[in-house]
């Protein structure tokens, strides 16, 4: 059994989404089923239809996919919290991720968090027109390298770290163009590889302060509240447990680069001992190993993982369902 108080909680962010994710545990429990009944009423469309049936093009959409990949991860936490109830020591949740964290430490109402998120999309992908920005994975170079190559040829352009994601990989974004300039660069520079991602728009760069700006009026109109443990997170990879602060680096984040090396090491640095990845797919374990090779991640997004993590002992009830 995992030692109560030594776990955190993985919630992951958009590209772990895929076609019938969460149907499972919809389909044998009933806290799955009222979260998707939940995230339909406050969307006012049926997201779990495209969560469960598609099509692929309507679910990878970044408006649909973050609150798909939101209502999955509190879908798989309230099946394993019925069945498992230890509360972590802390939770961190990898860019839209940190939504679920949120909800899932009763920061934020999941009603809220839904149609947030669903807006976070849209005014991302409505930030920058179609072709102008680009992402791509640079393998190989530390994340200072990297830096300095974006800085060396970005010109007048936009080209920026966007994903510290720990193990030799980084992630950047900007104008297409500029990106192109950082790939050929990096391998001169030695990176192993520079891979051009298949994304919607140029995240967490400067190119989204529009979203940023437009995300910020959004969360005024919403209630946070204290959380039940802290929240690790993306921009400054340190806990956070004062509401206050809620709005401001949720809106930062949206520009900042994640910070997802750094927040897995100050995990581990708190004290966790193991952490549980929580919501479809396993992006994050393989994340982890790389930055952390001793701390374990355990899988809880379909019916078999949960089942088998609630057999350790490992869960929490979230805050926010214990005063439903």
Same mark, same amino acid.
Request: hydrophobic share 50%; proline share 6%; aromatic share 4%.
């Given at each position: 059994?995992?030692?109560?108080?030594?776990?955190?909680?993985?919630?992951?962010?958009?590209?772990?989404?895929?076609? !019938?994710? *969460?149907?499972?545990?919809?389909?044998? +429990? &009933?806290? @799955?089923? =009222?979260?998707?009944?939940? #995230?339909?009423? %406050?969307?006012?469309?049926?997201?779990?239809?495209?969560?469960?049936?598609?099509?692929?093009?309507?679910?990878?959409?970044?408006?649909?996919?973050?609150?798909?990949?939101?209502?999955?991860?509190?879908?798989?936490?309230?099946?394993?919290?019925?069945?498992?109830?230890?509360?972590?020591?802390?939770?961190?949740?990898?860019?839209?991720?940190?939504?679920?964290?949120?909800?899932?430490?009763?920061?934020?109402?999941?009603?809220?968090?839904?149609?947030?998120?669903?807006?976070?999309?849209?005014?991302?992908?409505?930030?920058?027109?179609?072709?102008?920005?680009?992402?791509?994975?640079?393998?190989?170079?530390?994340?200072?390298?990297?830096?300095?190559?974006?800085?060396?040829?970005?010109?007048?352009?936009?080209?920026?770290?966007?994903?510290?994601? !720990?193990? *030799?990989?980084?992630?950047?974004?900007? +104008? &297409?163009? @500029?990106? =192109?300039?950082?790939?050929? #660069?990096?391998? %001169?520079?030695?990176?192993?590889?520079?891979?051009?991602?298949?994304?919607?728009?140029?995240?967490?760069?400067?190119?989204?302060?529009?979203?940023?700006?437009?995300?910020?009026?959004?969360?005024?109109?919403?209630?946070?509240?204290?959380?039940?443990?802290?929240?690790?997170?993306?921009?400054?990879?340190?806990?956070?447990?004062?509401?206050?602060?809620?709005?401001?680096?949720?809106?930062?984040?949206?520009?900042?680069?994640?910070?997802?090396?750094?927040?897995?090491?100050?995990?581990?640095?708190?004290?966790?001992?193991?952490?549980?990845?929580?919501?479809?797919?396993?992006?994050?374990?393989?994340?982890?190993?790389?930055?952390?090779?001793?701390?374990?991640?355990?899988?809880?997004?379909?019916?078999?993982?949960?089942?088998?993590?609630?057999?350790?002992?490992?869960?929490?009830?979230?805050?926010?369902?214990?005063? @439903?």
């Amino acid at each position: 059994m995992t030692p109560a108080g030594a776990i955190a909680f993985l919630f992951p962010g958009q590209g772990s989404q895929k076609v !019938g994710m *969460g149907r499972d545990l919809c389909e044998a +429990h &009933a806290e @799955a089923r =009222a979260v998707f009944a939940e #995230a339909d009423a %406050a969307l006012g469309f049926a997201l779990s239809k495209i969560c469960f049936e598609g099509p692929e093009s309507d679910l990878l959409l970044t408006a649909n996919a973050q609150p798909a990949i939101l209502a999955t991860s509190i879908a798989a936490l309230r099946v394993l919290a019925a069945r498992s109830p230890v509360p972590p020591l802390a939770v961190a949740g990898h860019s839209l991720g940190e939504y679920s964290a949120l909800v899932a430490a009763g920061a934020l109402r999941f009603d809220d968090a839904v149609r947030l998120v669903h807006l976070r999309g849209k005014f991302m992908q409505e930030a920058v027109p179609p072709g102008v920005g680009a992402m791509a994975a640079i393998l190989g170079l530390g994340a200072q390298e990297v830096d300095a190559v974006c800085r060396e040829v970005a010109g007048d352009e936009v080209v920026s770290p966007a994903n510290l994601n !720990g193990g *030799g990989q980084v992630v950047i974004a900007g +104008h &297409a163009a @500029a990106v =192109a300039r950082a790939c050929v #660069a990096a391998k %001169a520079r030695g990176a192993k590889r520079a891979i051009s991602l298949a994304v919607s728009a140029p995240f967490h760069c400067a190119l989204m302060q529009p979203a940023a700006d437009r995300l910020a009026r959004e969360l005024e109109q919403v209630e946070i509240t204290a959380p039940a443990w802290p929240i690790v997170t993306n921009v400054e990879a340190e806990p956070n447990s004062d509401p206050a602060r809620v709005r401001e680096l949720l809106t930062r984040q949206v520009t900042a680069p994640v910070r997802w090396e750094e927040s897995v090491q100050r995990l581990s640095a708190m004290g966790v001992a193991s952490a549980v990845e929580v919501g479809f797919g396993n992006v994050l374990a393989g994340l982890v190993r790389r930055i952390a090779p001793a701390l374990p991640v355990h899988a809880a997004g379909d019916v078999d993982s949960i089942a088998a993590l609630a057999g350790l002992g490992c869960g929490a009830v979230p805050k926010e369902q214990r005063h @439903a």
